[in-house]
């Protein structure tokens, strides 16, 4: 994203840039078919169950006056405008964590006074609304979001890391809640005596642990060994939704003897009920509110202002890393300006407004990347069998795979033709065969193996389109009117869905893997080495590492804590905010530049991978053919053009000698230049192996690096 201060420049340039993808962006999401359910479903699960679940924390914290129906209807409605008229579309909109809890904050401050208290509560909410869309309108015409390219790694994954938290902590508090007596209720009904508490917070642990645990499995379906390809990839794609579905049918098994109440189910009025719709006519009372707190609003909007700049811009980039390879352009600016006007409307509807969400946004991304690369791999196999059984040679083969592959591709106007398209997967196999000799002869599964290659190195791309987050929006709306359906689900079951969203938004985080690096032991540390991981752990000292961490984790729990504090916790976006200062002026006083660069570089450097090739300590054992599933392939760092490492066990190799291993390994990969070895990879390894035993340094000296594939 270009930098520009100028007023109005933003937005043009972003509107230039996504007017002359728009017709694409709807033909694109129609040309997927029937495939692009599968992403849908999946995010309108993300969407549509962590908003029923703010609506009933909602519903507590405010007396009743905001319930599941407003968020349900703020986030339909916003995620249809947003779908059609926003400019970045793979940005999801939702109502957040964040803001439920500035409606929590504000609600206990305007209930005290007796100026405002519940009835003009949503009136004076309007007000901050107003303020608020004004203050990002004037964020986005001044180029604000400019500033984007200043959050560096250490905010945006620390702010993820924050919101994987909260989710969490929404989990384990609900948990907890099931064995106590809810709010509003009378505690001499059955279901809430003691024995029959116990029993139903021990009934809520199975549901949510049960969700939990099999929905986390499904997302691995298609790596499991047992039933067909259909069966597979229709449970990684719709497992999850199924699983709450079943879940919910299990909470029905208990029917003898068990009084009304156990399990405890989802609260709502419905949208058609007596007074649930009171709040869409706020607008009448906004000049109720006394002028001295509509200019008081000012201040909750400023908060709730940064608040949604930062959390809808970070939303953004997330959902458009690089390592996604997107080729449409960003809109940061026009989506600020977009989402001021969607303030404005919710405010005076009374219902909490929508931003992007974290880690929804993202996890569109991948459901549409994996959805892409499904495509892409079925449409390149066709064409390489094809090949094959006409006894082409392996240009001729490539030529085939080429045109297949421009086929799929939707060049814009404007766009320089992408140089990487198949070349890694070309480079890898003609290296092979050129070093075997059969450069001209017929290709086979010796020189080529379809599934496998293709699977490996097809580069990542993403079916950029609307339709997916249209549909999704719209079947959210769809909930509004099935409220007595959804009060059907088991709290407990959005207590484990909580959770799973939480794990479900860890892989992939920086921040995460190096907590996690902190706890591995000195004698294990190899094997960090040995899997997928980035450059900063070869070229960065581990003490660093540790420091580095240290310091995120402690602004992490002291952005955490705050949000505990009333009132004070509003004040939690202007922590994240405060991180662009403290990495551009603190840190640097603290670390090595090129050390910080390693850690907390907006991108990844430009480094060549590096591949492994790892025998077994078994001569004897045959070499096992691991590939990574098009279904999984996102599921952890698998870019492979900005410096990760992936740990490769090369697919051609069937024969069990060792001598075999080691010939075919060397006339397909040649050995890699000692140069490329940092000193920090060569310490790295001495310290982890010094304490291995005979038999596992055999292992370890098997080990032999080898160059990029591409």
């Known amino acids: 994203m270009e930098e520009t201060f100028v007023p109005f420049r933003g937005i043009k340039n972003d509107l230039k840039g996504r007017l002359l993808c728009y017709k694409q962006d709807w033909a694109g999401g129609l040309r997927a078919g029937i495939r692009i359910l599968a992403p849908t479903t999946y995010v309108f699960f993300a969407s549509a169950i962590p908003v029923i679940s703010f609506g009933e924390q909602l519903e507590r914290n405010t007396d009743g006056t905001l319930t599941a129906v407003q968020t349900l209807a703020s986030t339909a409605l916003c995620g249809v405008i947003h779908s ?74 620390l702010f993820g890391l924050l919101i994987a938290m909260l989710f969490m902590q929404q989990a384990i508090v609900g948990v907890v809640g099931e064995f106590g007596i809810p709010d509003r209720e009378n505690p001499n009904q059955t279901a809430l005596h ?98 001295l707190y509509i ?42 300006l977009l989402l001021g006007f969607l303030v404005i409307l919710c405010g005076l509807i009374g219902i909490p407004p929508s931003n992007g969400v974290i880690p929804q946004s993202p996890m569109h991304t991948k459901s549409l990347a994996t959805l892409k690369h499904q495509l892409l791999r079925n449409k390149l196999v066709a064409s390489a069998r094809n090949s094959i059984q006409k006894n082409s040679n392996l240009g001729q083969l490539y030529r085939n795979m080429q045109d297949a592959y421009n086929g799929m591709q939707t060049p814009l106007v404007y766009q320089i033709p992408s140089s990487i398209g198949l070349k890694e997967l070309k480079d890898s196999t003609v290296q092979k065969a050129s070093s ?54 088991p709290t407990a079951v959005l207590w484990g869905y909580f959770a799973f969203m939480a794990i479900e938004s860890l892989p992939g985080n920086q921040f995460w893997e ?33 420091f580095f961490t240290i310091f995120q984790t402690v602004y992490l729990l002291l952005c955490f804590g705050i949000t505990w504090i009333p ?18 002026y603190v840190l640097p006083r603290f670390f090595k530049l090129a050390h910080l660069q ?7 450097e430009d480094a060549p991978p590096i591949a492994y090739n790892l025998a077994f300590e078994d001569p004897g054992r045959q070499v096992s053919m691991t590939t990574m599933d098009s279904g999984e392939f996102l599921g952890e760092i698998m870019t492979r053009s900005r410096g990760e490492v992936r740990h490769i066990q090369s697919p051609k190799i069937t024969s069990s000698s060792p001598a075999a291993l080691v010939n075919r390994t060397q006339a397909s990969f040649p050995v890699l230049p000692p140069q490329v070895h940092s000193p920090r990879f060569t310490n790295l390894r001495n310290e982890g192996f010094a304490s291995l035993s005979p038999k596992e340094d055999e292992i370890r000296e098997t080990l032999s690096p080898q160059p990029p594939l591409g």
């Open 84 to 157: 059609i008229f926003g400019g970045q579309p793979l940005l999801i909109l939702g109502v957040a964590e964040p803001t439920v809890l500035m409606y929590t904050f504000m609600y206990n401050f305007a209930k005290d006074r007796k100026e405002l208290g519940h009835k003009l509560f949503l009136a004076w909410t309007a007000w901050v609304c107003v303020w608020t869309a004004l203050l990002l309108f004037m964020l986005a015409i001044l180029g604000a979001c400019s500033l984007i390219n200043r959050f560096t790694r250490v905010a945006g994954e």
């Open 436 to 489: 075997s000799g059969y450069i001209d002869a017929p290709v086979d599964e010796t020189i080529f193996d379809v599934d496998k290659d293709i699977d490996d190195l097809l580069p990542i791309e993403v079916k950029e389109q609307r339709v997916s987050n249209l549909f999704q929006a719209v079947m959210v709306g769809t909930c509004v009117a099935a409220m007595p359906v959804l009060k059907k689900i």
């Open 598 to 604: 390693d850690l907390d570089a907006a991108e990844y």
């Open 514 to 546: 190096r907590i996690l690096l902190l706890f591995t032991a000195p004698s294990r540390r190899y094997k960090v080495v040995e899997d997928q991981h980035t450059t900063f752990i070869e070229t960065v000292p581990f003490k660093t590492i540790a």
């Open 194 to 291: 003691p024995s029959w508490r116990f029993g139903n917070g021990m009934f809520a642990l199975v549901l949510s642990f049960g969700l939990l645990l099999t929905g986390l499995q499904s997302r691995k379906a298609r790596s499991w060994r047992y039933g067909g390809g259909c069966l597979r990839g229709l449970i990684a794609d719709y497992g999850v939704p199924l699983m709450v579905l079943v879940w919910t049918a299990v909470s029905y098994l208990p029917v003898d003897d068990v009084p009304k109440g156990i399990p405890r189910r989802l609260f709502s009025p419905n949208p058609w009920s007596p007074g649930a719709y009171s709040n869409w006519t706020v607008v009448k009372e906004m000049l109720h509110v006394p002028p």
């Open 295 to 336: 200019v008081g609003a000012f201040i909750p909007a400023t908060m709730i202002a940064v608040l949604y700049y930062f959390d809808h811009s970070v939303a953004s980039q997330l959902a458009q890393q690089k390592d996604f390879n997107l080729k449409k352009p960003s809109s940061y600016h026009y989506d600020l």
């Open 567 to 584: 009132i004070a916790g509003v004040l939690f976006p202007l922590l994240i905010m405060l991180l662009v200062p403290v990495r551009q």
